[in-house]
């Protein structure tokens, strides 16, 4: 009996042990499945963002070949679109109408017939339930018909996007003209064509134009949806973390961490990838062919449609080479603009496709002078954890001297094209619009297309279960996607700058900067804290928008690097402006922004905002005939606090502007 005692004895003292013990790991599961959900949910939020980006850009390639189904389809079924002053056309059925109608009743251009449309400049911001979401791009235009006009236009959109069964559509399409002028004098010489009209009587809309404005000459700023202010991620309810945690068994949440490491993995790839492609651009601007060559595999490949593939490091190499002496600057413009991208990452992490815009200008000074658009279809590959190159396929779609346009001339291609006989034979003709031809889409409608496959978890993720290394593997998927989301702040903020720049409201672009925030422009020197930022901003011309005044300035092509404590970060951005004044002068002016941005209170602001300009040059001149100038230079009736940091030259002379980055594949 008395052993019998013991034995009970013992047995309630280790169920009271597990009674009292059994409500502190449930609480301990709870916060674990909280967080989980937090971090689901923010990695959520950053891929709907990305999958937004993917949805404009493909309205814009969709556009380009006026493929008006494709474009109707991305619009939600209540969805509506707004050009310029045509007036509103409501549901997707009068979307596709008003498509039809811009196309003269057909889809797909004619022969000679160019139709470009840059989306540029992206500010995205997702509604706190993630179902909805408000976006400003810049649409650039290039349009017109061989042998008969060319024209420019530009103006931003501010556009409305809904959630609809985990697919994002547009649900409000609403693009402000700034410009619609004949390439022939441009921007200068004559107002818009069509007055922001595009169809106009042809079909009645369902509604009047939602706000009227002036079109150039006339200036009208329109209303951005942002402030400025970056959003902070929003976060996962108590009350479902609890319920996830009551549910939730140690496999499934081993699982479910698994799977958004996968997510998160691929998020980052996503930004690794786009960065290697930008980085290729800024390189090959600069003629610094060893370092763009270092970007590819050692069997990568270069494929200029209509010319042919130069296969293996070594011939890619030579390619670039042969376009000029290795780091050549003075005499040589070869700006090579990387854009409008649209990545998609293999489920398994090792392979990516991806599409971007190529928009050139090119010139030898004294000899030719030359605009290029195009298309790339590329295939990137992850060796040893890096990504690089395998294939890059450009398919130029229209090359044209400066002084002539599109609308008058069509080269088969551009003069920069080197001699050098390819590896391997083009398969075809050359893409380029006179003779019409659409690229092949490595990927689905964005709508009506299969769903992308989800990345793959790891067995090795799955196998974890015990909480310790669960909230280890939980701290370090979060410190890789705030890394994610930092990298998209900080675009919303420098594409903000871009577009407060661009309309001159100088107390807004001041408050993006830090109180000790610095600013330097064209060798005007260093203007230190935020009241003198604010005097900087004097030199460029009163606070608004004048008639009569363009001062357009887009920034793209974004390289982000963001510090390990995610509290500062460092960009490049290239710089490109249409300036002038209607009835006088008009300009290009074009340059790299280097900046330094610092995290204040939990938002990005500029700590260190610095361009170096490339060229100035008049629009009825261009860049081969352009004399050698210097850059504005100290206002001394509006002095610095220091002086400029270091001197640069400006085209036809040459300056390569210091990287605050090292090659992404070999380190250098």
């Known amino acids: ?156 959109f501010v556009n409305d996007y809904v959630k609809e069964n985990g697919v994002w559509k547009i649900q409000r399409l609403h693009w402000f003209q700034t410009l619609y002028v004949p390439y022939d004098g441009g921007w200068t ?5 069509n007055g922001g009209q595009f169809v106009g009587d042809r079909l009645k809309a369902d509604a009047p134009p939602s706000i009227r404005y002036k079109t150039w000459p006339g200036a009208y ?4 949806h942002f402030t400025g202010v970056t959003r902070v991620a929003a ?14 068994t140690p496999a499934v949440l081993a699982r479910r961490v698994a799977q958004l490491a996968a997510d998160v993995q691929r998020l980052a790839d996503q930004n690794d990838i786009e960065k290697l492609q930008r980085i290729y651009g800024y390189y090959i601007d600069k003629s610094q062919w060893q370092q763009a060559a270092a970007l590819f595999t050692d069997d990568g490949s270069i494929e200029i449609a209509g010319r042919g593939t130069y296969r293996g490091q070594a011939h890619v190499l030579n390619y670039l080479r042969a376009i000029g002496p290795e780091g050549q600057l003075e005499g040589l413009l070869h700006e090579n603009m990387q854009l409008q991208p649209i990545v998609h990452v293999a489920p398994d992490g090792r392979s990516a496709k991806g599409r971007w815009r190529w928009f050139a200008q090119f010139a030898k000074a004294g000899v030719f002078h030359e605009w290029g658009t195009g298309v790339y279809e590329n295939d990137y590959v992850k060796e040893g954890g890096v990504w690089k190159i395998r294939h890059l396929h450009l398919y130029p779609t229209m090359i044209t001297p400066y002084e002539t346009g599109w609308g008058k001339q069509s080269l088969p291609h551009s003069r920069m094209e080197p001699a050098l006989p390819p590896d391997v034979p083009a398969r075809g003709k050359a893409s380029t619009y006179d003779v019409g031809f659409t690229v092949p889409f490595h990927y689905g409608h964005p709508v009506t297309g299969p769903r992308p496959t989800r990345a793959q978890a790891t067995s090795a993720h799955r196998a974890a279960r015990d909480e310790a290394t669960l909230q280890a593997r939980l701290a370090s998927i979060e410190h890789q996607l705030s890394r994610v989301e930092d990298v998209a702040q900080v675009e919303n903020l420098q594409m903000t700058y871009g577009y407060y720049l661009a309309t001159l409201q100088w ?50 092509q974004p390289v982000i690097d963001v510090a390990d404590d995610g509290q500062s970060a460092k960009l490049r951005s290239r710089a490109l402006s249409m300036l002038g004044n209607f009835g006088k002068t008009g300009m290009w002016m074009g340059g790299i922004y280097e900046n330094q941005l610092v995290k204040v209170n939990g938002v990005w602001k500029f700590h260190k905002d610095q361009v170096m300009n490339t060229y100035f040059t008049p ?16 206002t001394e009736s509006n002095p610095p606090d220091r002086p400029p940091s270091f001197h640069f030259d400006m085209y036809p002379k040459g300056f390569l502007p210091p990287y605050h980055y090292v090659n992404p594949v070999t380190g250098k």
């Not at 700023?221 to 951005?224: I, K």
């Not at 009825?620 to 004399?627: A, F, Q, T």
């Open 507 to 556: 107390d807004a672009l001041t408050d993006l900067f830090d109180d000790n925030g610095t600013i330097e422009i064209a060798l005007r020197g260093i203007y230190v804290g935020k009241p003198a930022v604010r005097r900087n901003l004097n030199l460029y011309g009163q606070a608004g928008l004048d008639d009569g005044v363009l001062h357009n300035h887009m920034q793209y």
């Open 189 to 193: 010489q004559h107002g818009d064509v």
């Open 619 to 634: 629009y009825d001149i261009g860049w081969k005939d352009i004399n050698q100038r210097a850059a504005p230079g100290i």
């Open 221 to 224: 700023t329109p209303p951005f």
């Open 235 to 248: 976060t996962v309810a108590p009350a479902a973390a609890a319920a996830a945690a009551a549910t939730t």
């Open 1 to 156: 009996m008395k052993r019998l005692h013991i034995v009970t004895c013992v047995l309630l003292a280790l169920g009271t042990s597990l009674i009292v013990q059994a409500p502190a790991q449930a609480s301990v599961d709870a916060a674990l499945t909280g967080r989980l959900a937090q971090l689901e949910q923010r990695a959520t939020r950053a891929e709907d963002v990305n999958a937004i980006k993917r949805l404009q850009r493909a309205y814009g390639y969709y556009v380009d070949k006026a493929r008006w189904d494709d474009v109707a389809q991305l619009f939600s079924d209540a969805g509506s679109i707004e050009l310029g002053l045509d007036g509103v056309y409501q549901g997707r059925a009068r979307v596709r109408e008003y498509l039809y109608a811009l196309g003269q009743g057909k889809a797909g251009l004619k022969p000679g017939q160019l139709n470009e449309h840059l989306q540029l400049m992206p500010v995205v911001d997702l509604s706190a339930d993630g179902l909805s979401a408000k976006g400003t791009w810049r649409d650039v235009i290039l349009a017109g018909q061989l042998g008969k006009d060319a024209y420019w236009g530009e103006g931003p």
